[in-house]
């Protein structure tokens, strides 16, 4: 006995006269009307539209809204919302139940897969909208859906695939249980953009999980290496690093093996991407190297630009900031010439963070202005990152409040999605910001869960500048011994990873630590070392450093 039978059995011996009055309203209805309170009951979804009703019926959708009209006229539906229709539980079990009992399984069958199949033509729709640039799908249905919604622009897109979100799930689950491998996959292909932009990503995970299960033996190999793309990038932003490349690793395999070419230079690109967040500079750049070839021997503009700016981040981080400011303005160039504003604020956002390296605050904050009125439209990871560039301007420029209420809706939104990676930034603002403040303790509070995470996510970047901000604020309360050994660690791993202004900041805190604790000699040593690699990068902090020691020898603290 199913489920719904054991409860509806329940139902009646409780109180067997709610399920006489289904009876009674069922057996009331015409013929046709009878087979079409059958057909959506089949349908999977909490609710269904005329849109999907006339899917489920094969017919046109005024039809289908005018025999909704007629079952909720007659009790057998509800409309909580205008447009959408729901049975009640108890109903839903009846007409499952009665649809068992009366029709046959080929035709219980039938009635899914077109129901399956309207669902998967909306949301690739829809996704054609929100990622024009993806892949075409390949979804091979066998029931063309009389009518679709229309859509007509990303956030009508967005917004249906909001209202239809558990419908959709459902549609999912429904067709692993019904043995459809195509449509398992097809449905991870098309909520894919939608579920990784909302930070739907343990959704999207499971949901990927079931295509790559359901193509590996499907000889279907651009399918299976995009599905283990996919899967890739939502482990990715979850900060799950080793898995995310082990996924991106066997993709690039199969693309490279069905000669498919686009796929190999994205897949690429993402590699470089998860090699950068681990700190591993030259494999990311290698990896870019070897897409920024594929994509110009295919001719794809937007793959080129898109690798010019994410080259020009992993330049950033080596110290090669004009080498990467000219990459980036080429990528802006490239993506106005296709018209790509998608792309094109992400790289105006990423152009700030190398102005905010380089000391450029004031072109910086024009960079970032330039972002804001479309960082709604980038997905909510994006949004909180932009939060946090806003933060760091404020900071820098003495707001300390105002840094503070960025960074800490930032921090919102990165523990809604479970994105370590930006909760670690978050954290090192906002314990600056108290540090710069004098609020010492709170420092240390924010600074140690960020090393914490970053060590949890093997983000050594981060890992590296929370030890050093540790070791900052450690040296601002006096906590001098502890200081010098947070700086230290902090010196190495800054060292290992090979990020230069990273290891000179590190090497001037250390200077000052020991100021306190050695004299002057070490401190000596420490800050030239730090202002050569300062003035190397064409920084700011080389002057400074300069005049803090011509004037170390007039120091006399302890």
Known sequence: MSPDDRRLDEVRDEGREITTVFEISYRGLPSSLGD?????????????????????LGRPVREAERILEELFDRHLITEPVSGRYRFHDLV?????????????????????????????????????????????HDLRLVHTPPELPSPRDEPEATAWFATEYHCLLNAAAEAER???????????????????????????????????????????????????????????RSGEYDSALEDAERALAVFRSA????????????MGLIHWHLSRFPEALAHGREALAIHRSLGDRRGEAKNLDYTAIFLEYRGRYREAEQLRLRALAIFTEIEDPRRRTM?????????????????????????????????????????INLGNVSRHTGEHETALEHYRKALALAMELGDRRTQVETLIGIGATFQDTGRYG????????????????????????????????LTASGRYPAAIEHLQRASDLATRIGVP???????????????????????????????QIFESLDLREAESLRTRLSHLDEFTGT
């Open 36 to 56: 079409a309170f059958r057909a959506f009951g089949q349908h999977p979804g909490p609710d269904l539209t005329a849109h999907a009703a006339a899917a489920a």
């Open 92 to 136: 839903h079990d009846y007409v499952r139940r009665l649809t068992r009992e009366t029709d046959p399984e080929e035709e219980r069958r039938r009635i899914v897969h077109r129901i399956l199949d309207f669902y998967l033509a909306a949301a690739e729709q829809a996704d054609r909208l929100i990622s024009p640039h993806r892949a075409a």
């Open 178 to 236: 019904a043995g459809l491998p195509g449509h398992v996959a097809g449905f991870a292909r098309v909520l894919a953009g939608y579920l990784e932009s909302q930070g739907h990503w343990e959704v999207a995970e499971r949901l990927h999980s079931r295509a790559i299960t359901a193509l590996r033996d499907s000889g279907d190999g651009p399918s299976l290496a995009r599905a283990l793309s996919d899967r890739s990038l939502v482990r990715f």
């Open 259 to 270: 000669g498919e070419r686009h796929g190999e230079a994205d897949i690429l690109d993402h």
């Open 347 to 387: 790289a105006l956002n990423n152009m700030g963070d190398l102005m905010l390296r380089m000391g450029a605050v004031d072109k910086a904050v024009d960079y970032y202005g330039r972002t804001a009125a479309a960082a709604a439209e980038l997905g909510r990871q994006n949004q909180a990152i932009m939060l």
């Open 442 to 473: 709170e420092a240390l509070i924010h600074h140690e869960r960020a090393l914490a995470i970053s060590q949890s996510i093997s983000e050594r970047y981060e890992e590296a500048v929370a030890l050093r901000h540790l070791g900052e604020t």
């Open 501 to 531: 202004d990273e290891i000179a900041k590190t090497l001037a805190s250390l200077g000052t630590a020991f100021l306190h604790v050695e004299g002057r000699d070490k401190t000596r040593e420490y800050w030239q070392e730090a202002a």
